[in-house]
């Protein structure tokens, strides 16, 4: 730390008591000066040679025949005072970067100038900071901070401006010319022999140095450093976050302690809210996260808000499932969350929409080599995001089936070749809602598509006695299908009529093409529970068997063994599938086929049979 030695005499003041200080020596004091609580016996001569205001002071005590005088409002107090006294006289003061600010205050207070006495106070006191202080980083700071509590003195003689250029000069230097002392504890350096080694100064070296001003101080110093333009948004960004893990207890964890300083806390996040860099990517989506659980915490402005969000849509692609976890102190995630959630999704749609609706493609182009248009990889990425949240979410029993629905369909459109996440999280809300009615167990099944399901999938599904029937029978042609497609086919072939006919709605995609059905369509009827697991047993025959015909001797092409799969999963399915299932199924509809008793009978035979007349006339029921 810098300092400057003023006087050379020794210090004879002295105290009698807490609220008197006088000078010892031979000739007795002729003056007392209140300063606040403090009197002071000094004597006219040394102060009136360098002191402007109290010669004037002085001279209207002696009209009034009184030898005290006031000096309340004097910035500093007795302690500032007391150092003005002190050069007055000749003796020995230091001051540093902690006392130089009211010193000045205080002379400037006295009017201390060059006019009454060469080499005064003010002036020594402007040599000192100009070619010690403001050339020391942490020194400015120091003095930065002190600058507050002299408001507004320090506004009026632009130490603060003085300070803020200082700083801000410093940070925006060429890192190759630092070489001042700076705090930089976020990174350890690295060791060799258990010797640091020594490291290039990093760009963001000034950061954690000023997280220790307020966040008035703050706001304007990173202001300032911005107006330089040689700082680059993500380095004010990595400030902005340090400054909110050091000032905002909780940040880190993403949950606001309540019991501190609402209003102070609140202060900080909406001024860094403010204080975010324009560019795209400057800071993380986490980051931006963690400001919009403070921001809901601390119930900061509705602004504040919609600009937070704002931010987060245009990166939500980034963001984690822990993320999106918005916690309460006692670390339960709260039901709110979720409202967020689809507020972020929102914005990220609207976004979206908003900056690929441009009619010049040369325009667009621009745009999107700025980094301000989603490309459909983003799509995916928010898509997986939410089925991952969808799923953290359903562990809680108190979530409503309609707000998981509205969320997952808002991301139903973002094509994605698997739909195994939105799977896990149907499974975790069945598995944690086993309450829920048929109605609201068709609707949620209704968002998966069982074509994008992968193989494992696929065999949790069948196994899976929280799905309903219809689902199952899906996953199960489905799987089957795929099993007899050609390796190196990029697409699943479309189904025959033979096994469309026995699918829900005649569809083995996605059941949201079903509207129409009613409840009992979707139950897992009991009965059918044996049947089902028979024809698991017959299928997984089955790809044993094709897998032979496909690599035999015989020379059978995929196409036949195909055809033959198909055949025999739909004579299986009707001849395991019991009349009593089928009756309930088909209830209702007020069509009858014109062979039923055949089509419904357990014999095997009959069941061959119809499937080799295959009449065109028969009509069909959509489950």
Known sequence: ??????????????????????????????????????????????????????????????????????????????AAFEICAKFCYG?????????????RCAAEYLEMYETIDKGNLIYKIEVFLNSSIFRSWKDSIIVLQTTKTFLPWTEELKVVSHCLDSIACKASIDTSKVEWSYTYNRRNLPT???????????????????CELQIDLYKRIITTIRTKGKISGDVIGEALKAYALRRLPGFSKGIMIQNGDVVKNRSVVETLIWLL???????????????????????????????VIRRIGQQLEEATVADLCFHTPGGETTMYGIDIVKNLVEEFIKQEKSLTDFHDPNEF????????????SSKVKVAKLIDGYLAGISRDPNLPLSKFVELAQMVSDFSRLSHDGLYRAIDMFLKEHPGISKSERKRICRLMDCKKLSVEACKHAVQNERLPLRVVVQVLFFEQVRATTPSGSSSTPDLPGSITALLPGGSYGSSRSTTTNTEEDWDVVPTAQQALKALKGELATLRLRD??????????????????????????????????VFSKLWSGQGRHCENSSS?????????????????????????
């Not at 003796?91 to 010193?103: C, D, E, P, R, S």
């Not at 931006?288 to 403070?294: N, V």
């Open 192 to 210: 060799e022999n258990g010797v640091r080694k020594q490291q290039s100064v990093p760009k963001d070296w000034w950061v954690e140095d000023l």
């Open 277 to 307: 860099p324009t560019e795209k990517g400057s800071v993380s989506c986490s980051f931006l996260l963690g400001l919009l659980h403070a921001v809901t915490a601390l119930q900061c402005g509705e602004m504040e808000r919609k600009e």
């Open 547 to 580: 897998g032979g015909v496909g690599g035999g001797s015989d020379g059978y092409s995929d196409a036949s063994a195909k055809t033959n799969a198909e055949k025999l999963v739909s004579n299986k399915l009707r001849g395991l599938i019991s009349s009593k």
């Open 91 to 103: 003796m020995t003061v230091i001051l540093n970067a902690y006392n130089v600010v009211a010193a």
């Open 365 to 376: 182009q621009a745009i999107q080599s700025l980094g301000f248009v989603s490309d459909a």
């Open 1 to 78: 730390m810098k300092f400057m030695k003023l006087g050379s005499k020794p210090d004879s003041f002295q105290s009698d008591g807490d609220n008197v200080r006088y000078v010892a020596t031979e000739l007795a004091t002729d003056v007392v000066i209140n300063v606040g609580d403090v009197k002071f016996h000094l004597h006219k001569y040394p102060l009136l040679s360098k002191s402007v205001r109290l010669q004037k002071l002085v001279a209207v005590s002696n009209e009034e025949n009184n030898d005290e005088i006031f000096l309340y409002d004097i910035p500093g107090g007795p």
């Open 599 to 623: 089509e419904t009978s357990d014999s095997p035979a009959s069941t061959n049979a119809e499937e080799t007349k295959s009449t065109p006339s028969r009509s069909r029921r959509h489950f």
